[in-house]
């Protein structure tokens, strides 16, 4: 019957343990910096209603240079018949404001435009449509020296009669999001 020597079997070779040693800062770095790359602050922030209705979405994004990224995205529940008569009205259906929440008196405080092409009429969705502005931290500062409450409200227009679509759910309200963007 063989022997197994336990010291013997956990011998290495010198060059080996020379490799594993070299091995170890480029270890030891590589997780250092995967460390520091989930560390950085996140500079987005995004939330959806979904509801049964409709679902809103609100995006606030940090650029590289200072600015903000703020999108919206809207799909409005409806019969696809109904989506494709406001696809083909002349004008656009809906109406964007991104607002600071006060209490009571909530404010305007800019509006954003919808993005060219993305309007369309479709079965799973119904009306859907995305609007983009880049705007200074000072547009979403709507509480100066405090917290940012900030939401997006989005009214759906009947162009033939340039009233708004209250049949429909309209305005669309997003949830808030809070931060400080001075």
Request: hydrophobic share 40%.
């Amino acid at each position: 019957m063989p022997i197994i020597d336990f010291p013997a079997a956990d011998v290495r070779s010198r060059g080996r343990a020379k490799r594993r040693l070299l091995q170890l800062p480029i270890a030891a770095t590589a997780v250092l910096g995967a460390v520091a790359l989930t560390a950085v602050p996140a500079s987005a922030a995004e939330t959806c209603t979904g509801e049964a209705d409709s679902n809103l979405c609100l995006r606030i994004n940090q650029r590289t240079d200072g600015n903000f990224d703020v999108h919206v995205g809207i799909d409005v529940h409806m019969p696809l018949h109904k989506a494709q008569e406001y696809v083909g009205n002349v004008g656009e259906p809906f109406t964007v404001w991104i607002r600071g929440e006060d209490g009571d008196v909530d404010q305007n405080l800019f509006s954003v435009p919808m993005t060219p092409g993305t309007l369309v009429a479709t079965p799973e969705s119904g009306l859907s449509a995305e609007f983009d502005t880049v705007v200074e931290g000072r547009d979403l500062d709507e509480d100066p020296g405090s917290t940012d409450e900030i939401f997006a409200q989005v009214q759906l227009i009947d162009t033939d009669t340039n009233q708004e679509d209250k049949e429909e759910g309209s305005p669309f309200i997003s949830n808030v999001i809070v931060g400080n963007w001075r």
